[in-house]
């Protein structure tokens, strides 16, 4: 199944394939604040279909995680790790034909981490 999915203002936009599973969300200290449910999917699985340019990144702590957000309308869209292996984690919230409603999240206890 492929998705599609933007953040609000459409300047990054991105199509992801898989069957959706292992969805959480986390109470780390940037989760618990941008209120992501995310999607891991291998990094093969996603991909821009808009310019990277327009793709900002936060990192903080280990700067292990690119934290990818739109400048311009402020969405969280993505982010991106290499441990263990390169993963992408999409922002369902991004998705409009993701019933967010019939999800199974995980709570992951990222404050733990
Ligand atoms: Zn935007």
Not at 34 to 43: C, D, Y
Request: hydrophobic content about 40%; charged content about 15%; aromatic content about 8%.
């Amino acid at each position: 199944m492929k998705y599609e999915g933007s953040c609000h203002c459409g300047r990054i936009a991105f199509e992801v394939e898989g069957e959706i599973a292992d969805v959480f969300d986390c109470n780390c200290s940037i989760c618990r604040r941008k209120a992501m449910i995310m999607w891991a999917v291998p990094r093969a699985a996603f991909q821009l279909t808009t310019s990277p340019d327009a793709v900002s990144t936060y990192t903080f702590n280990t700067h292990s995680i690119q934290h990818s957000f739109c400048a311009h309308c402020g969405v969280s869209v993505f982010g991106q790790g290499e441990r263990p292996q390169p993963m992408t984690a999409v922002n369902l919230r991004c998705v409009p034909s993701v019933d967010l409603a019939a999800l199974q999240v995980t709570h992951v206890d990222g404050a733990k981490f």
